[in-house]
């Protein structure tokens, strides 16, 4: 409890302390307004665009379409990460693939994703899914391909079958590294949901970012940067807290 | 078992047979025997010891008899089955790590447990009176990690016992525990022991634990390693570690001179 006083605090003292330099810049005219606004003129541009209504409705939808890619791809990601480092046929099949698709970052994908599915959601959904399964999968495979051997002796000679050892030593043992895969996955859907809102969308934070540009309102782009490092952050810090509790053991 | 219906004795079991049981792999191009051809019988509930240097090939019999390890040539069998591969009837207690540390204590003897099937509130009644068994009432919802190294193998000790083998394999379980938490732990093993009549085969470094322990010591030569001595060890029972004697001695220096030999 006091440990997240203390992070709490800590996030004030930084926050605060590029707060007040930034301000102080802005007001002593070393920064160009037309460039780097003030503090003071993005929060102005964010109230402006919460009484627009474009504000909440921005973030709903991009709340969404991360949520949805997410929950997509973790699933695929841990149920194909199981299999391909437990089966190995599947695995032989399978790991020469994901060294190829690793080094497609999403944002490539994204014209090919609108070809696909449309300017509508489903081409969204699809590029984090993509990012975030890729994450989660090699994570996962990872994790699971790396089971101290003692592990899998101790159940099999206290009786357990195929499916208890899968259930009861398996995914637990791998639980770590794909809790971390999903870690990694959050953030990454943040990245590719900017990818996907960059092109062809007409609705989130990533589009309004972008249509800001049109009307050169770098007060509005900078709202939208600072959303997202907000969301981001505390998304994080929701993830790290939960997955301390779900794995446990590995504080101890 | 059903008690109920008549039925002829049962033999004893924990009858462990090994004839020219022989491990050989493959390893970077290179043949690689990790057990040279050895035969051993274990007699039903008895306890027997194996020592010898490092690398003489003694973890690799357990392994195998622990059916972990395939042999390459000969045989070995328990209970008249040939070992093809891990089985609830052949225990095994590891040095160390070999607990789950997502489980609690209570939850690890449960696991141990799972294969007779017991309604879960019968379960954990049975898991709480094997810790019980070890001294560790009152540690049963704790972590692992939370426990300390001889506590952890007190939970391994139970949790192995829980699947009730017929043979129990022991390789250097003890080994990471400091001096006193040692002794401590081979004075409950005694008692267990004692109680059951498990068929043992404990793997140690430590002559005064074989000495103390075992009915039989066996002596292994550097690798490839062969037994090069079976010493029977006929002091009374119950022991203690507190037993020391002229026997004892020469026993122990006796060891002592073929462990030096056998480098």
């Given at each position: 409890?006091?440990?997240?006083?203390?992070?709490?605090?800590?996030?004030?003292?930084?926050?605060?302390?590029?707060?007040?330099?930034?301000?102080?810049?802005?007001?002593?005219?070393?920064?160009?307004?037309?460039?780097?606004?003030?503090?003071?003129?993005?929060?102005?541009?964010?109230?402006?665009?919460?009484?627009?209504?474009?504000?909440?409705?921005?973030?709903?939808?991009?709340?969404?379409?991360?949520?949805?890619?997410f929950?997509?791809?973790a699933?695929?990601?841990?149920?194909?990460?199981?299999?391909?480092?437990?089966?190995?046929?599947?695995?032989?099949?399978?790991?020469?693939?994901?060294?190829?698709?690793?080094?497609?970052?999403?944002?490539?994908?994204?014209?090919?994703?609108?070809?696909?599915?449309?300017?509508?959601?489903?081409?969204?959904?699809?590029?984090?899914?993509?990012?975030v399964?890729?994450a989660v999968?090699?994570n996962?495979?990872?994790?699971?391909?790396?089971?101290?051997?003692?592990?899998?002796?101790?159940?099999?000679?206290?009786?357990?079958?195929?499916?208890?050892?899968?259930?009861?030593?398996?995914?637990?043992?791998?639980?770590p590294h794909i809790v971390s895969g999903l870690r990694l996955g959050a953030a990454l859907a943040?990245?590719?949901?900017?990818?996907?809102?960059?092109?062809?969308?007409?609705?989130?934070?990533?589009?309004?970012?972008?249509?800001?540009?049109?009307?050169?309102?770098?007060?509005?782009?900078?709202?939208?940067?600072?959303?997202?490092?907000?969301?981001?952050?505390?998304l994080d810090f929701v993830f790290v807290q939960i997955s301390r509790?779900l794995v446990?053991?590995?504080?101890? | 078992?059903?008690?109920?219906?008549?039925?002829?004795?049962?033999?004893?079991?924990?009858?462990?047979?090994?004839?020219?049981?022989?491990?050989?792999?493959?390893?970077?191009?290179?043949?690689?025997?990790?057990?040279?051809?050895?035969?051993?019988?274990?007699?039903?509930?008895?306890?027997?010891?194996?020592?010898?240097?490092?690398?003489?090939?003694?973890?690799?019999?357990?392994?195998?008899?622990?059916?972990?390890?395939?042999?390459?040539?000969?045989?070995?069998?328990?209970?008249?089955?040939?070992?093809?591969?891990?089985?609830?009837?052949?225990?095994?207690?590891?040095?160390?790590?070999?607990?789950?540390?997502?489980?609690?204590?209570?939850?690890?003897?449960?696991?141990?447990?799972?294969?007779?099937?017991?309604?879960?509130?019968?379960?954990?009644?049975?898991?709480?009176?094997?810790?019980?068994?070890?001294?560790?009432?009152?540690?049963?919802?704790?972590?692992?990690?939370?426990?300390?190294?001889?506590?952890?193998?007190?939970?391994?000790?139970?949790?192995?016992?829980?699947?009730?083998?017929?043979?129990?394999?022991?390789?250097?379980?003890?080994?990471?525990?400091?001096?006193?938490?040692?002794?401590?732990?081979?004075?409950?093993?005694?008692?267990?022991?004692?109680?059951?009549?498990?068929?043992?085969?404990?793997?140690?470094?430590?002559?005064?634990?074989?000495?103390?322990?075992?009915?039989?010591?066996?002596?292994?030569?550097?690798?490839?390693?062969?037994?090069?001595?079976?010493?029977?060890?006929?002091?009374?029972?119950?022991?203690?570690?507190?037993?020391?004697?002229?026997?004892?001695?020469?026993?122990?220096?006796?060891?002592?001179?073929?462990?030096?030999?056998?480098?």
């Amino acid at each position: 409890m006091n440990h997240s006083i203390a992070r709490v605090a800590q996030l004030g003292v930084s926050l605060g302390l590029v707060l007040v330099l930034w301000s102080a810049a802005s007001l002593a005219g070393w920064l160009n307004p037309d460039f780097v606004p003030a503090p003071g003129t993005i929060l102005h541009a964010a109230l402006e665009q919460y009484q627009e209504g474009v504000l909440m409705a921005d973030l709903a939808i991009s709340l969404k379409r991360s949520a949805v890619g997410f929950a997509l791809g973790a699933v695929l990601g841990v149920v194909l990460g199981l299999l391909t480092a437990r089966l190995r046929p599947v695995g032989y099949t399978l790991h020469p693939l994901l060294n190829i698709l690793r080094p497609i970052p999403a944002i490539a994908l994204a014209p090919l994703a609108i070809v696909w599915f449309g300017i509508g959601e489903p081409s969204k959904y699809f590029l984090i899914t993509y990012t975030v399964f890729l994450a989660v999968w090699l994570n996962t495979d990872h994790g699971a391909s790396q089971i101290a051997p003692t592990y899998i002796r101790a159940s099999r000679s206290l009786g357990a079958g195929t499916w208890r050892e899968f259930f009861e030593v398996v995914v637990p043992a791998a639980a770590p590294h794909i809790v971390s895969g999903l870690r990694l996955g959050a953030a990454l859907a943040f990245l590719s949901l900017v990818a996907a809102e960059l092109t062809g969308a007409s609705s989130g934070i990533g589009y309004r970012i972008q249509e800001s540009r049109q009307f050169f309102r770098t007060d509005r782009m900078f709202v939208g940067l600072i959303e997202l490092g907000l969301l981001g952050g505390l998304l994080d810090f929701v993830f790290v807290q939960i997955s301390r509790r779900l794995v446990h053991w590995e504080q101890s | 078992m059903n008690t109920a219906t008549v039925s002829p004795p049962a033999p004893a079991r924990g009858d462990v047979q090994g004839h020219d049981a022989e491990v050989r792999f493959r390893q970077r191009g290179r043949d690689i025997q990790a057990l040279a051809p050895v035969s051993l019988a274990l007699a039903p509930g008895s306890f027997t010891s194996v020592i010898g240097p490092s690398g003489c090939g003694k973890s690799t019999l357990l392994n195998a008899i622990a059916g972990f390890t395939p042999l390459s040539s000969g045989s070995l069998q328990v209970d008249g089955a040939i070992v093809s591969g891990p089985s609830p009837r052949v225990g095994v207690m590891f040095q160390q790590y070999a607990l789950f540390p997502w489980f609690t204590a209570a939850g690890n003897v449960e696991f141990a447990l799972k294969r007779f099937g017991l309604p879960r509130a019968e379960r954990r009644t049975a898991a709480l009176q094997a810790l019980d068994e070890v001294g560790l009432s009152g540690k049963a919802d704790h972590h692992p990690g939370q426990l300390s190294g001889g506590m952890r193998q007190r939970v391994a000790l139970a949790r192995t016992l829980a699947a009730r083998p017929d043979v129990l394999l022991m390789d250097e379980p003890f080994g990471a525990l400091d001096a006193q938490t040692r002794l401590a732990m081979q004075e409950l093993l005694l008692r267990i022991w004692e109680a059951r009549r498990t068929t043992v085969l404990f793997i140690t470094h430590d002559i005064d634990e074989a000495l103390l322990l075992s009915d039989r010591v066996l002596v292994m030569s550097a690798a490839p390693g062969r037994f090069i001595d079976d010493l029977a060890i006929d002091s009374p029972r119950p022991r203690s570690v507190e037993q020391i004697d002229a026997t004892y001695i020469a026993r122990r220096n006796h060891l002592l001179r073929l462990l030096r030999d056998a480098h």
